[in-house]
């Protein structure tokens, strides 16, 4: 299918002619804004879902265990080990690289206290997913505002253009690595794990799809 198929981020009329753009319009960056909200909003759903990590937190856990530093630090250590990686793949950061750190984190503090915790296995599960999907769709909203991506999804992007593969396999390719390599280490995972895993590459292109199908009418 051909939702599933997409090589690069799709351009449209909103979207930033550069990365590195000190002086973006105010649609460009509204919704970049958007779309990190959904982001953190989608993660903050995994993490109150109660069914596993998304596969990065697995690894931070793991390292967290081996070298006795905080998950938090290790996060962050991580971030910045994935940044070094842009400069092979001739990644450009920008406005969008900083605001993704920035949001994302004040939308998963704020939200994490309103959302439900199901008391049933599968609601969490549909919780889950749903939370999947959202950090997906929100990838593609602020991926095509071209303001510059999140350390993972410039990773994911730097990779596919190396590859030329669809977007979905690679991320897919991507977080896979990083569970096994958490998992290895000592880092827990459950079903909500594998379930971002396997469905977020596949949620990042459905984002891209939309987003610049509607763009075009």
Same mark, same amino acid.
């Given at each position: 299918?051909?939702?599933? %198929?997409?090589?690069?981020?799709? /351009?449209?009329?909103?979207?930033?002619?550069?990365?590195?753009?000190?002086?973006?319009?105010?649609? /460009?960056?509204?919704?970049? $804004? &958007?779309?990190?909200a959904?982001?953190?909003?989608?993660?903050?759903?995994?993490?109150?879902?109660?069914?596993?990590?998304?596969?990065?937190?697995v690894?931070?856990?793991?390292l967290? &265990?081996?070298?006795?530093?905080?998950?938090?630090?290790?996060?962050?250590?991580i971030?910045?080990?994935?940044?070094?990686?842009?400069?092979?793949?001739?990644?450009?950061?920008?406005i969008?690289?900083?605001?993704?750190v920035?949001?994302?984190?004040?939308?998963?503090?704020? %939200?994490?206290?309103?959302?439900?915790?199901?008391?049933s296995?599968?609601?969490?599960?549909v919780?889950?997913?749903?939370?999947?999907?959202?950090?997906?769709?929100? %990838?593609?909203?602020?991926l095509?505002?071209?303001?510059?991506?999140?350390?993972?999804?410039?990773?994911?992007t730097? $990779?596919?253009?190396? /590859?030329?593969?669809?977007?979905?396999?690679?991320r897919?390719?991507?977080e896979?690595?990083?569970?096994?390599l958490?998992w290895?280490?000592?880092?827990?995972i459950?079903?909500g794990?594998?379930?971002?895993?396997?469905?977020?590459?596949?949620?990042?292109?459905?984002?891209?799809? $939309?987003?610049?199908?509607? %763009?075009?009418?």
């Amino acid at each position: 299918m051909e939702i599933f %198929s997409i090589k690069s981020v799709p /351009t449209t009329r909103w979207s930033s002619d550069r990365p590195l753009n000190l002086a973006p319009k105010f649609q /460009t960056v509204f919704m970049l $804004c &958007i779309g990190l909200a959904l982001f953190g909003l989608g993660e903050s759903l995994i993490i109150t879902a109660s069914v596993g990590m998304s596969p990065w937190t697995v690894l931070a856990e793991g390292l967290s &265990i081996k070298t006795g530093l905080g998950i938090g630090l290790l996060t962050f250590l991580i971030s910045l080990s994935v940044l070094l990686l842009w400069f092979p793949l001739k990644q450009s950061a920008g406005i969008g690289t900083i605001l993704n750190v920035v949001i994302i984190a004040s939308v998963i503090t704020w %939200s994490l206290p309103y959302l439900p915790h199901p008391e049933s296995y599968f609601l969490s599960v549909v919780q889950a997913i749903f939370g999947t999907l959202l950090v997906g769709f929100g %990838s593609g909203i602020y991926l095509i505002a071209n303001l510059g991506p999140g350390p993972r999804d410039g990773l994911m992007t730097g $990779c596919q253009r190396l /590859t030329g593969l669809a977007i979905a396999w690679v991320r897919a390719f991507l977080e896979v690595t990083v569970i096994t390599l958490g998992w290895s280490l000592g880092g827990t995972i459950g079903v909500g794990t594998i379930i971002f895993a396997l469905g977020v590459g596949p949620s990042v292109s459905v984002g891209l799809y $939309c987003i610049a199908a509607i %763009s075009k009418d």
